[in-house]
């Protein structure tokens, strides 16, 4: 884990705003989604890409098991399950 050395408030509303620099470093993107969980005493907030893990379409993206899966990606697997 590396300190930035950044401190923020919290809103009233329970919001933390994080900086451009930061989200850019990070390859997070406005619209990107971000998985938040809690693990022991700390708020962990980490990055999920908005491409499908087997076609790597960017449309209709749904998350499963932690994993994003494109619509398209999820009516194929359910046809072959149901084909045996």
Known sequence: ???TGIIKHIDL???VKFPKGLL???NISPEDLVQIYQ???SIVVTHISNTCILCSS???IHIFNN???CKS???KILKELNLR
């Open 24 to 26: 850019k470093s990070c």
């Open 58 to 60: 960017n449309e209709n």
């Open 39 to 41: 693990q022991n005493n």
């Open 73 to 75: 990606c999820c009516f």
């Open 1 to 3: 884990m590396n300190f």
């Open 13 to 15: 509303l329970g919001r």
């Open 67 to 69: 994993k994003p899966i």
